[in-house]
């Protein structure tokens, strides 16, 4: 059996970014013009900052530089975190979404789109909206029942605990320019 270059470049770089509490999600190698664009996206529980992505990338710059897993043709090197509408496809994206809402398709047919509230070693719980003016459902989903998902944007999230269209706490000011009044 071949090795191809892809599982070259994930047996040198898995550890790397293992060693920094990483996750490989994955590798690619994409044309550009005369050149390649070498693609290591990584993830974490907490999340891949900045800082964390200069770190592994300044690693993965220097272990390739000692190996020819490359070849001679130049590339360019971005280590990334997945996007915002990332597809689900390991057990760890799901836990990492806790919280988030999620565009699930079903192998029994039929899609939802529902907020993940739970994840253990079998599936997840979800908290599915109700129809206006009813209470939402939480619904049990095993991996093994679902064909594919992805974390959807929201722009306006709510926080933990409450709603998205709760009301502030506080009354804003009516007039920017007026001050806050004593009560």
Do not use: W
């Not at 690619?28 to 891949?48: H, K, S, Y």
């Amino acid at each position: 059996m071949s090795t191809t270059q892809i599982d070259r470049l994930r047996e040198l770089l898995e550890p790397l970014a293992g060693e920094r509490g990483m996750d490989l999600e994955d590798v690619r190698i994409t044309p550009a013009g005369r050149r390649r664009v070498l693609q290591v996206v990584v993830d974490a529980d907490g999340g891949v900052g900045l800082d964390a992505c200069a770190e592994l990338s300044r690693a993965v710059s220097e272990r390739l530089d000692e190996t020819n897993v490359m070849g001679a043709a130049p590339y360019v090197l971005e280590v990334t975190s997945p996007g915002a509408e990332r597809p689900l496809t390991e057990p760890r994206h799901y836990r990492r979404s806790v919280g988030r809402l999620a565009r699930i398709r079903l192998r029994e047919g039929g899609e939802l789109t529902a907020r993940i509230v739970a994840v253990d070693d079998e599936g997840l719980d979800l908290e599915v909206p109700g129809e206006k003016g009813r209470r939402p459902t939480v619904r049990r989903a095993a991996f093994a029942g679902i064909a594919a998902a992805r974390v959807e944007i929201e722009f306006s999230r709510r926080a933990a605990g409450g709603d998205a269209d709760e009301e502030p706490d506080e009354e804003p000011n009516e007039d920017p320019n007026e001050s806050p009044k004593e009560a």
